[in-house]
């Protein structure tokens, strides 16, 4: 079985900064692509950004600029890196991993999610 674990969350003030990590755990072979998705109150869960292995990645047009995805590799653990936070940030963040458990076993998994919450 494979887990994803997530921490960082929590209450800030508007223009402050938090950092997400999010580490994968369990039987796997690779983990591929990560990335972390948000849902407020009576909204869609949505795409925040996204990292390859390789280390490409994308980001909603309302965090480029403020939002930092990276990882690390070896320890199968993707980051958040959010700056210059807006009351609008504030939601459930939830962690996303695209994980071959063996050679060709396409699996995706989901963390329990980690609150973000900004004030204004």
């Known amino acids: 079985q494979v887990q994803l674990v997530e921490s960082g969350g929590g209450l800030v003030q508007a223009g402050g900064s938090l950092r997400l990590s999010c580490a994968a755990s369990g039987s796997m072979f690779r983990v591929n692509a990560m990335g972390w998705y948000r849902q407020a109150p009576g909204k869609q869960r949505e795409l925040v950004a996204r990292?390859?292995?390789?280390?490409?990645?994308n980001y909603a047009d309302s965090v480029k600029g403020r939002f930092t995805i990276s990882r690390d590799n070896a320890k199968n653990t993707v980051y958040l890196q959010m700056n210059t936070l807006k009351p609008e940030d504030t939601a459930v963040y939830y962690c996303n991993a695209d994980v071959e458990r063996f050679f060709g076993n396409y699996n995706n998994y989901w963390g329990q999610g980690t609150q973000v919450t900004v004030s204004s």
């Open positions: 990292i390859t292995s390789g280390g490409s990645t």
